[in-house]
């Protein structure tokens, strides 16, 4: 039942977030840097689910995010896809669940994934990980997501751990 459920709930999310950066909201922009949800929900997947569905998680939302940029087709995926298994390495820490450490993390991942774009974008020839703009765009980007963390944590946890479980999805180690 819970495998139906995760085919449904994941799908849904997805979308949803994927809905919210294309419209009115995802449109904000902060001296020029918009937010990245779908980044965002990457890093809580990847804190709630583990490694292994975080980058799962990652890939799917990066392919969704690339079909809707001009940058070279992957190129999302990829980054979306170390961030995510990057962010499930919490699952070895082996400790109580701490909502505000799992925010933090968000928040550190976030910042994460945006200089891993940068920094792939300049091998690839996509853009200057050196230009006026990656401080702003890291600080904008990793405090937005600290601070919708609590709400994509939430949605993560619904979508993937079953009902009545309290504790993180452990995978095989």
């Not at 400790?95 to 505000?100: A, G």
Request: overall charge neutral.
């Amino acid at each position: 039942m819970t495998s139906r459920l995760f085919l449904i709930r994941l799908p849904l999310l997805l979308i949803t977030v994927l809905v919210v950066q294309h419209s009115g909201i995802g449109d904000i922009s902060i001296q020029s840097v918009r937010p990245d949800f779908m980044l965002a929900l990457v890093c809580a997947s990847g804190v709630v689910g583990g490694r292994e569905k975080g980058a799962l998680i990652g890939f799917l939302a990066g392919i969704l995010t690339d079909s809707f940029l001009v940058t070279p087709f992957g190129f999302t995926a990829l980054v979306y896809t170390i961030v995510g298994y990057l962010a499930g390495e919490m699952e070895r820490l082996d400790q109580e669940q701490n909502r505000i450490l799992d925010y933090l993390v968000v928040g550190a991942a976030s910042a994460l994934g945006v200089s891993l774009e940068s920094g792939l974008g300049f091998l690839l020839g996509v853009h200057d990980p050196l230009r006026r703009i990656f401080v702003t765009e890291l600080a904008v980007v990793s405090l937005i997501n600290l601070a919708i963390s609590p709400l994509l944590v939430f949605g993560a946890r619904f979508s993937l751990v079953p009902q009545g479980s309290e504790r993180r999805i452990s995978s095989r180690r």
